[in-house]
């Protein structure tokens, strides 16, 4: 990356959250922090909030396009428009996320992913990005943090729409339509919207069937309803459905992918005391895909598979009863979470299983807030029938040293369970794999101060019986070289800088900028795919009813493997985007992507062939949000 623009990116290490004619919202309400509402003046951990306004000024395509400009994520997609994406944060990998969508999980269990590129923005009110270890919280697989996505959901008594269609490059059309409202004690909403485009090959091939266009489509819904059956006490019900369609190429067929992700909820809330709020959810989430291939009419093979049809699916019922009490001072919350993974899987004719494992997990935490003082501490223990017993903790500090300066701290401890696949594939898994183990510790310093607001963050995450498909063959594995198996150790430090800074009340300089080593103890190479630096800078300005916006956006050299024999250049992307309001209630829209056309890899599908990335590209849309 040109040594100029990694300047550039230091010196205006500032954070992209608001509009240029307005200054940041600090009285903003997180709950991913601490799975209880909290003031983000009074958050301890790290954490990013993007709510709806800033999703519809970005007008970014997808949510990856979203998360790629937030502080501390890297994101790796292999193709174009719903191919499989890669979120890491602060060097962690997608599988040491927690992702949850209204509270739920609805990854993969067999992948340990979220498929994020089936999560379309159109359904999205808010995402909460918490950095850093948080399984005292929310139990396994959170080494690197949470991402909590809430769905579209407007409280208002009186029905509203919202609305929109668009047209972009790449024949790429969006449409999305909703309604929310209320009856007396009833509150409802209903989203649809849908996308289809042809994108582009997945694979940087000009030559052969694989050269073709990869093309996308999706459908999706969300719903709510809530009904108030008394002062306090509510009972909800909620749904979320993902329907997406993608090509991707491999030995020159029409290969092709179904995937529908799902979640649906009960939820009792009630305030049985002045003291005591309880909180109930029973839930379900799915993720069910059909990966179409070039079939295999070969007996006599392995992998015979005369329809080319291989079937994974992933079931995860959760319930989770919450209590939290106010105390004379401060906050007791007492949990109990209980996850029932189930997994089936046809990947041919002779290979498939069909596995399940129970975790059962008690939770204890305490927040105060008083005075200059802030304190969190969390205590989690997790009894899954599986790897047995995992205890974990958590304990925060902040201190205001002044109305706008404040100072925190942050020890976290955190574990990974393997996946079903590394668990139990058959002729793959291996049932004694160890569970990932992490500590990790960090501390900021921010500032507020209306018009400019900063913050720099250090961290330090040190990860134990770190898991890779990169073992040698054994008795239940037999693609040696690639078997699943507990290597070395990893240690990921780094800073985090962002700001922002309203230079007058039309114009906003914003930004971040990340410097990290994601390393492996062991060989001291860079992690897969993950760079040592990259950052955002956002340009916004109100002229009137136009608000217009420049970004850069950038990352360091990366490794497509282990070893670090295959890099990826350095790049810097630079987008626009528009909106012009006609109306309180109208609104055009506009995004340009890649100006430059930039030629730029963020992985690869073989060693020598790069999956391919998009080159300029537009998108305009028009929108109708109903005022109350």
């Given at each position: 990356?040109n040594?100029?623009?990694?300047a550039?990116?230091v010196g205006?290490a500032?954070h992209?959250?608001?509009?240029?004619?307005?200054?940041?919202?600090?009285?903003?309400?997180?709950v991913t922090?601490?799975r209880?509402p909290?003031?983000r003046?009074?958050?301890i951990?790290?954490?990013?909030?993007?709510?709806?306004?800033?999703?519809?000024r970005?007008?970014a395509?997808?949510?990856n396009?979203?998360?790629?400009?937030?502080?501390?994520v890297?994101?790796?997609s292999?193709?174009g428009?719903g191919?499989e994406a890669?979120i890491?944060?602060?060097?962690t990998?997608?599988?040491?996320?927690?992702v949850?969508?209204?509270?739920l999980?609805?990854?993969?269990?067999t992948?340990g992913?979220t498929?994020?590129?089936?999560?379309?923005l159109?359904q999205?009110?808010?995402?909460?990005?918490l950095?850093?270890?948080a399984?005292?919280?929310?139990?396994?697989?959170a080494i690197?943090?949470?991402i909590q996505?809430?769905?579209?959901k407007?409280?208002?008594?009186?029905p509203l729409?919202?609305a929109?269609?668009?047209l972009g490059?790449y024949?790429?059309?969006?449409?999305?339509f909703?309604?929310n409202?209320g009856?007396?004690?009833?509150?409802y909403?209903?989203n649809v919207s849908?996308?289809?485009t042809?994108s582009?090959?997945?694979?940087r091939?000009?030559?052969?069937?694989?050269?073709?266009?990869d093309?996308?489509?999706?459908?999706s819904?969300?719903?709510?309803a809530?009904?108030?059956l008394?002062?306090g006490?509510?009972?909800?019900?909620q749904?979320?459905?993902?329907?997406g369609?993608?090509?991707?190429?491999g030995?020159n067929?029409?290969?092709f992918?179904?995937q529908?992700?799902q979640s649906?909820?009960?939820?009792?809330?009630?305030?049985?005391t002045?003291?005591?709020?309880?909180?109930?959810?029973?839930g379900m989430?799915?993720?069910?895909?059909?990966?179409?291939?070039?079939?295999?009419?070969?007996?006599?093979?392995?992998?015979?598979?005369?329809k080319?049809?291989?079937?994974y699916?992933?079931?995860q019922?959760?319930?989770?009863?919450?209590n939290?009490f106010t105390?004379?001072?401060?906050?007791?919350?007492l949990a109990?979470?209980?996850?029932?993974q189930d997994?089936?899987?046809v990947?041919n004719?002779?290979?498939?299983?069909?596995k399940?494992?129970?975790?059962?997990s008690?939770l204890?935490?305490?927040?105060?807030?008083q005075?200059?003082?802030s304190?969190?501490?969390s205590?989690?223990?997790?009894?899954n029938?599986?790897?047995?017993?995992?205890?974990?903790g958590?304990?925060?500090y902040?201190?205001?040293?002044?109305?706008?300066?404040?100072?925190?701290?942050?020890?976290?401890?955190?574990?990974?369970?393997?996946?079903?696949?590394?668990l139990?594939?058959?002729n793959?898994?291996?049932?004694?794999?160890?569970?990932e183990?992490?500590?990790?510790?960090e501390?900021?310093?921010?500032?507020?101060?209306?018009?400019f607001?900063a913050?720099v963050t250090?961290?330090?995450?040190?990860?134990?019986?770190?898991?890779?498909?990169?073992?040698?063959?054994t008795?239940s594995?037999t693609?040696?070289?690639f078997?699943?198996?507990?290597?070395?150790?990893?240690?990921i430090?780094?800073?985090?800088t962002?700001?922002?800074?309203?230079?007058?009340d039309?114009?906003?300089?914003s930004?971040?900028f990340t410097?990290q080593?994601?390393r492996?103890?062991d060989?001291n190479?860079?992690?897969?795919?993950?760079g040592?630096r990259?950052?955002?800078v956002?340009?916004q300005?109100?002229?009137?009813?136009?608000q217009w916006?420049?970004e850069?956006?950038g990352a360091?050299?990366?490794?497509?493997?282990a070893s670090?024999?295959?890099p990826?250049s350095?790049?810097?992307l630079v987008?626009?985007?528009a909106?012009?309001?006609l109306?309180?209630?109208?609104?055009?829209?506009?995004?340009?992507?890649?100006?430059?056309?930039?030629n730029?890899?963020l992985s690869y599908?073989?060693?020598?062939?790069?999956?391919?990335t998009a080159?300029?590209n537009?998108?305009?849309?028009?929108?109708?949000n109903?005022?109350?």
């Amino acid at each position: 990356m040109n040594k100029s623009i990694i300047a550039g990116l230091v010196g205006l290490a500032f954070h992209p959250t608001v509009y240029a004619t307005d200054t940041i919202n600090l009285n903003e309400v997180v709950v991913t922090a601490s799975r209880t509402p909290q003031l983000r003046t009074n958050v301890i951990g790290d954490v990013t909030v993007i709510d709806r306004e800033e999703i519809e000024r970005i007008g970014a395509g997808s949510i990856n396009d979203v998360l790629r400009m937030q502080p501390g994520v890297q994101v790796v997609s292999t193709g174009g428009a719903g191919t499989e994406a890669s979120i890491f944060l602060r060097g962690t990998s997608s599988e040491q996320i927690v992702v949850l969508v209204d509270g739920l999980r609805i990854n993969s269990a067999t992948l340990g992913r979220t498929s994020f590129e089936n999560i379309p923005l159109a359904q999205i009110e808010k995402i909460e990005i918490l950095r850093g270890s948080a399984s005292s919280l929310y139990g396994a697989d959170a080494i690197g943090g949470v991402i909590q996505i809430f769905t579209r959901k407007n409280l208002s008594e009186k029905p509203l729409i919202n609305a929109a269609v668009g047209l972009g490059s790449y024949n790429t059309k969006t449409a999305e339509f909703g309604i929310n409202g209320g009856i007396n004690a009833l509150k409802y909403g209903v989203n649809v919207s849908s996308l289809d485009t042809d994108s582009f090959s997945a694979r940087r091939i000009r030559r052969t069937k694989d050269a073709d266009d990869d093309s996308y489509r999706n459908l999706s819904t969300s719903a709510f309803a809530e009904l108030e059956l008394a002062k306090g006490h509510t009972w909800g019900l909620q749904f979320f459905e993902s329907k997406g369609h993608n090509e991707f190429d491999g030995n020159n067929y029409e290969n092709f992918t179904e995937q529908t992700l799902q979640s649906y909820a009960f939820t009792s809330k009630n305030q049985f005391t002045d003291f005591w709020h309880s909180t109930f959810k029973l839930g379900m989430g799915v993720d069910d895909s059909d990966s179409h291939a070039k079939p295999n009419t070969s007996k006599a093979s392995s992998t015979y598979n005369p329809k080319g049809i291989s079937k994974y699916r992933t079931e995860q019922k959760q319930i989770s009863w919450q209590n939290d009490f106010t105390l004379p001072l401060g906050k007791l919350t007492l949990a109990y979470d209980r996850l029932e993974q189930d997994v089936s899987s046809v990947a041919n004719v002779k290979t498939k299983f069909n596995k399940e494992r129970n975790d059962d997990s008690f939770l204890a935490s305490y927040l105060l807030d008083q005075g200059n003082h802030s304190v969190q501490a969390s205590i989690r223990e997790d009894h899954n029938t599986q790897f047995g017993n995992y205890t974990t903790g958590g304990a925060g500090y902040g201190y205001r040293i002044t109305p706008q300066w404040r100072i925190t701290a942050n020890y976290g401890k955190a574990f990974r369970a393997p996946t079903f696949n590394q668990l139990y594939y058959p002729n793959f898994g291996d049932p004694t794999l160890s569970p990932e183990k992490s500590d990790n510790v960090e501390a900021g310093l921010k500032y507020s101060g209306g018009k400019f607001n900063a913050g720099v963050t250090a961290f330090q995450n040190k990860i134990r019986s770190l898991l890779a498909n990169a073992g040698p063959a054994t008795p239940s594995c037999t693609l040696g070289g690639f078997c699943p198996i507990n290597v070395g150790k990893a240690e990921i430090q780094g800073v985090t800088t962002e700001a922002s800074w309203n230079i007058n009340d039309n114009l906003l300089l914003s930004g971040n900028f990340t410097v990290q080593s994601p390393r492996n103890e062991d060989t001291n190479q860079l992690l897969v795919r993950r760079g040592n630096r990259y950052g955002t800078v956002n340009l916004q300005h109100t002229w009137g009813n136009l608000q217009w916006g420049a970004e850069v956006n950038g990352a360091s050299t990366r490794y497509n493997d282990a070893s670090n024999k295959i890099p990826m250049s350095g790049y810097m992307l630079v987008n626009m985007t528009a909106n012009y309001k006609l109306s309180p209630e109208w609104k055009l829209e506009a995004r340009a992507n890649n100006l430059l056309d930039k030629n730029y890899i963020l992985s690869y599908a073989t060693s020598t062939v790069p999956y391919n990335t998009a080159g300029s590209n537009l998108f305009v849309g028009l929108r109708y949000n109903m005022k109350p």
